[in-house]
């Protein structure tokens, strides 16, 4: 069992939820709880939960009263809360709340709609002691209807306490002769005296309801279980989870914190899915759907199973539990389209068969599940959805010339909804339309895909698709290779008709209606976008028409009015669908009073760090890579920065937005410099993301969704998913793939500072600088010093 030794308050709070691998999980009815020292009246080590918003708040705290002195507050301990080790539904935590009594608690939830657990104590003094062991609940009820937590008595005899918050019961009991306390809150009572040595427990159970009857009996229920046969499966279900031993404690810590916390986001599975879905966050007041469908959840828990987040939750999993990794993807393709092969972006979202197409990355994904479970099964079960999921992002659907290149359709897909070309709610974005523009990024994850299929169909033996197969790669290789710029040592994106990447051309800002002649050439030809500031209500009638030369020399007049507006709070914009080869004038009408129309050509010489993809799936032919790599990505006026890589270089990031480090980004990019040799530079990015992590934990104990690419401070939400660290970059830095306890892969040499440890179900890891030692769990032994990659196994007895 890992030792964590972080004091809870260094943490914001522990979350402590059901975990979907134990059992009794609830997606539409999931109670989640709180662990922490910090809030609430009155202070205390509290467990708190607000049933999905159902209630204000439940909070239940331990209470040591002594000669009628009571403590409760973390401060007047004589040594403060520390947890010892923590997963996603356990924790086990030790204080001293009084001098000379030692503490013991652990919390359990066993299901969602119960949580329970054990308060041992124990007299390290001299002297005798008598103690009142309090377990108090206060609850504070939501909406209409309901009462706080008050005592009560069963028609057994036995006393509990009983809150309701609208139609939701709430019970709470103690194992033996509890008793009302005497104190000021509502709470159970063991009264004990202990000997010099001597040690006493408190078991407690909390349930909550539709009825106070069927909560009393939940409660019972958890209050009857074994409490070591649950730890025990608790240890034996988590040792999946690779723990990792640094030369840098907080790195051990934030390592160790994003396990619990990646299983955590895990959520039951939702009624119209086969498997446990991801969720972006898990908080106290997320788990309940009061429509009863999960329609009704917010974007915080939806958007845990968009692809991007999906694949990179996905990567705790693979080494330990890769059942569950195939479980998100096959939630993907349960939703696939029958007829177009279409899968959509967020199967947690209840319509998600109708929505965005998904990002291609589920053929990556399968591969990575198939080199760990090594089952032919498996990928015969996948392959051909995923190759139809291919085909439809090849179709005349999301492909619009019928190059076979096709073009994003949301930045959703892209996962950069503030990207300084085509997001519409920015004043510094151009808002041109994304549709119009082929992407190399799209292009080389569509060439992962493909690469990944062919591996698949080499396993398969199915030799009839390659020819098919290693047309469309060697097509998007081709044409992301031609979109290569060698004046800014980067892949550009090109506009979709002319497969050029113009430069922005400003051609005027328009304060008044009317006819303005223009009289502008461009060649290569361009695309004319524009952008209405705006104040009071979207001027909806506003009406722009460009006249000129299509690019074959034939006029050319295109009208933008009606739906070819985006309306945005104060903006609008639109794309001309055509290119101009000269644009001759313009007539602006039905232009609001204050209104500023912007009008300029696409902007398609900006850059972003998804211009970097071709990195990661091995596209760029090694002569590329190198310059991408080193002017470009490693250029510390670019996008080598002191805390990460961020959205855009920084030359060419003028908003804040542009500066912020995405974690899973910067992991993409990380897998992009191991592909093509650069460890030591995958080894010093790991390092920034790492560092920017623990100040944020040291300075708010919490997680950032994103931090600044320069001052390392956090912004966004905290404790998301995308706030995970990056553990699967680091084990690749390390040069260690783990496919089970008896099978590794090694890489290179460890380019951290100091050695690092890594156990893995009785298999351990010793990464030195020159040497690594491998102990397999029946206790073979393999030393390793050539760095050339290699599968190392242990011999078949």
Known sequence: MPAWNLPLENLEALTLAADVRFGGSDYLDDHIWALTTRGGEPPALSLRTTFGLRARRLRLFPRWVETEVPVENPADFAAPPVIRSAYPNFAHLTCTPLEGIDADLTYLVP???????????????????????????????????????????????????????????????????????????????????????????????????ATPEEAYRQAAEVLQRNAEADRTRVELLNAGMVDIHTGNPAWDQLFALGNQRACGLLSGAPPHLPHPAPVLSRHPDHGYSARGDGADYPPAWLNGHILWNAAYLASYFLTGYPELAAGILENFLSLQNPETGGIPNNPNQVNGSA???????????????????????????????LYRFLQAWLSEDNDSDGDGLPEWQSLRQLNLLDHPIFAHWHPWSQGAALATVESPSLLALLYREAVSLLRMADVLERATVRPALEAIRDNLQSAVEASWDETEM??????????????????????????????????????????????????????????????????????LAGPAWRWYPGRGDATSPQVFRRLESIHIEHLPAGAHLYIATTALHRQTLDLLLPLT?????????????????????????????????????????????????????????????????????????????????????????????????????????????????????????????????????????????????????????ALTEITFPDGQRVTVDDPAPCVVSAAVK
């Not at 990575?368 to 032919?376: A, E, G, I």
């Not at 004319?528 to 074959?552: H, I, Y």
């Not at 002569?623 to 790599?629: C, D, E, G, V, W």
């Open 617 to 769: 799936g091995g596209l760029a032919a090694p002569p590329r890579a190198r310059y991408l790599i080193e002017e470009t990505l490693l250029d510390a006026e670019k996008y080598w920065q002191p805390h990460g890589i961020p959205l855009a270089p920084w030359h060419q990031a003028p908003a804040r937005p542009l500066q912020m480090v995405s974690l899973q980004w910067n992991t993409w990019i990380g897998y992009g410099l191991l592909r093509y040799g650069y460890r030591q530079q995958s080894a010093e990015l790991v390092t920034r993301l790492m560092d920017a992590l623990t100040h944020s934990l040291e300075s708010s104990g919490s997680l950032p969704q994103q931090h600044h690419c320069r001052t390392g401070k956090g912004e966004g939400e905290r404790n998301t998913l995308e706030s995970l660290p990056p553990i699967g970059l680091f084990l690749e830095t390390l040069g260690i793939r783990i496919y089970t306890q008896w099978r590794l892969r090694l890489e290179g040499r460890n380019p951290f500072p100091w050695p690092v440890e890594v156990r893995f179900r009785g298999l351990h890891i010793h990464r030195g600088a």
């Open 490 to 559: 980067t892949y550009l994106n090109w506009d979709r008709d002319t497969h050029h990447s113009p430069w922005e051309e400003n051609l005027g800002t328009y304060r008044a209606e009317g006819s303005y002649r223009l009289e502008k050439d461009f060649s290569p030809p361009k695309r004319p976008v524009a952008r209405l500031d705006f104040e009071g209500t979207s001027p909806s009638d506003v009406r722009l028409t460009l006249k000129g030369e299509a690019p074959n020399g034939s006029l050319l007049e295109v009208v």
């Open 111 to 209: 299901h969602a709609h119960g949580v329970g657990g054990v308060m041992q104590v124990h007299n390290t003094g001299r002297k005798a002691r008598s103690l009142r062991l309090e377990w108090a609940a206060l609850l504070q009820p939501g909406g209409e209807g309901g009462h706080r937590m008050t005592v009560r008595q069963h028609e057994t005899g036995t006393w509990f306490l009983h809150g309701q918050s609208g139609d939701l019961h709430s019970v709470v009991l103690l194992r033996g002769e509890a008793q009302p306390s005497p104190g000021p809150h509502p709470a159970l009572a063991l009264t004990v005296t202990l000997k010099r040595g001597q040690g006493a427990e408190l078991v407690w159970a909390q349930a909550a309801a």
């Open 355 to 385: 929505a965005t197409l998904a990002t291609p990355m589920l053929a990556n994904m399968a591969w990575q599940v198939y080199l760990r479970l090594r089952r032919k099964e498996f990928l015969e079960r996948v392959f051909d959805p």
